[in-house]
Every structure is written in structure tokens, then in C-alpha cells.
């Protein structure tokens, strides 16, 4: 079975950092495109970043320069560090396979709540 | 970069069609064939429903396609039913390697 298991997340104060875990099983977090979505309260999706297969990383301005995209290939895992964490960053957070390079994203995890509040 | 411009409801009876718009520039929608709908309902995890403007991952029925024209994509389901009653999004390559969503159409199965 293809899957992505997400770990991590949970409440933390503003200007806090926190990191987000997925773990992939059926395919290889090296040798696909890998984003990170997140949906605020009440709101829509939101794409946040990108890791290429050839390591290359990109991201939405609001997170550019506070969040770092990652992976660990012996382990398989896609990691979000979270830093300077503001309140509008709190949002479910999914890890998700883009198919394409093209941003299709078939494979989700299945999401990990972050909340940042004083 | 302000989100993909989408419907914020709609609405049709089972049996009836739909088609959700999703309008953008001539920096995201219009200029690439890379525009990918999801079907999401609250709680779980999207799902891909078309993807490259209109291409079908399998398993998901014939009667949603897609399609695109200038810098409007839109997402047609055919027959409706009451399981298709749900929140869909549009997203789009946006340029400098960045992806954006649209602000997300709810619909209604009456």
C-alpha cells in the first residue's frame, strides 16, 4: 500500500518552532516531487513548499526564509521545520506526492493540526 | 499572490451537471497546462480528481473532466450525486516554481 503517515505538530507560542514528520511506505520521498499543503481554520488549501527529486526547494512567500523542506532518504521521511512561527501559520498541515512535477497531488497524508497561540 | 478566483458555492440536483469555474492570469492558469482539481471533504485528506487541465487519475469516475480556456479552467461533473457533495479546489502552477490554490467552491447536492 502506498502511504504517508504525518507525526509531529501540536501547540506552540508564537516566534516557537516545531517540526513536521512524513513517512512514506510504497514510494520513495527521493525519487518523487514532495509538497507540503496546509488549510487555516475556515479556509482553503494553501500550497506551502516543495522538494524536487534532485533536492531543489521552493516556497510560498509568507513561509520563505522561517520554514526549511527536507528529506531523509534512509529513512524515507519528508520533514517541515517551523520557525518564527506566527499565528496565522496555525492550519492543518498535509504532506502530499505531486505525480506530475506539475503540482497533482494524488498521495496525502493525512494531516497534522499546528496551532500557534500565546 | 492572491488565490485562483473560484465560485464560493454551488448547488444542483442529482442527475444534473455542474461546472465549477476556477479564473487565474496569464501567470498561473493561463500559462500552463498544469492546473489539477481536489475533492475534499472536511476532515479527510484531498483527493485528486483531474489533473493536467483535464487528464483522470484512475479510479475516479468519467463523469468529472476537465477542461481550459485563456486563463479559466473548469471542472464539469456529469450526473450528479449525492456523494459528490463535497469542497473542490482548483490549483495551478503559478510560476518561479511556486503552486496555488483556488479559494475553494462548496457544493450542494439538493
Known amino acids: 500500500d502506498v502511504q504517508l503517515v504525518q507525526s509531529g505538530g501540536g501547540l506552540v507560542q508564537p516566534g516557537g518552532s516545531l517540526r513536521l514528520s512524513c513517512a512514506a511506505s510504497?514510494?520513495?520521498?527521493?525519487?518523487?516531487?514532495m509538497s507540503w499543503v496546509r488549510q487555516a481554520p475556515g479556509k482553503g488549501l494553501e500550497w506551502v513548499s516543495v522538494?524536487?527529486?534532485?533536492?531543489?526547494?521552493y516556497y510560498t512567500a509568507s513561509v520563505q526564509g522561517r520554514f526549511t523542506i527536507s528529506r531523509d532518504n534512509p529513512k524515507n521521511t519528508l520533514y517541515l521545520q517551523m520557525n518564527s512561527l506566527r499565528v496565522e501559520d496555525t492550519a492543518v498541515y498535509y504532506c502530499?506526492?505531486?505525480?506530475?512535477?506539475?503540482?497533482?497531488?494524488?498521495?496525502w497524508g493525512q494531516g497534522t493540526m499546528v496551532t500557534v497561540s500565546s | 499572490q492572491s488565490a485562483l478566483t473560484q465560485p464560493r458555492s454551488l448547488s444542483g440536483s442529482p442527475g444534473q451537471s455542474v461546472t465549477i469555474s476556477c479564473t487565474g492570469t496569464?501567470?498561473?492558469?493561463?500559462?500552463?497546462?498544469?492546473v489539477s482539481w481536489y475533492q475534499h471533504h472536511p476532515g479527510k485528506a484531498p483527493k485528486l480528481m483531474i489533473y493536467?487541465?483535464?487528464r483522470r487519475p484512475s479510479g475516479v469516475p468519467d463523469r468529472f473532466s476537465g477542461s481550459k480556456s485563456g486563463n479559466t479552467a473548469s471542472l464539469t461533473i456529469s450526473g450528479l450525486q449525492a456523494e459528490d457533495e463535497a469542497d473542490y479546489y482548483c490549483?495551478?502552477?503559478?510560476?518561479?516554481?511556486?503552486?496555488?490554490f483556488g479559494g475553494g467552491t462548496r457544493l450542494t447536492v439538493l
Open positions: 496569464s501567470s498561473d492558469v493561463g500559462g500552463y497546462n498544469s
Open positions: 522538494i524536487w527529486t534532485a533536492g531543489s526547494t
Open positions: 510504497g514510494l520513495t520521498v527521493s525519487g518523487d516531487y
Open positions: 493536467n487541465v483535464g
Open positions: 502530499a506526492r505531486d505525480l506530475t512535477g506539475s503540482y497533482a497531488f494524488d498521495i
Open positions: 490549483c495551478s502552477h503559478a510560476g518561479a516554481f511556486t503552486g496555488l
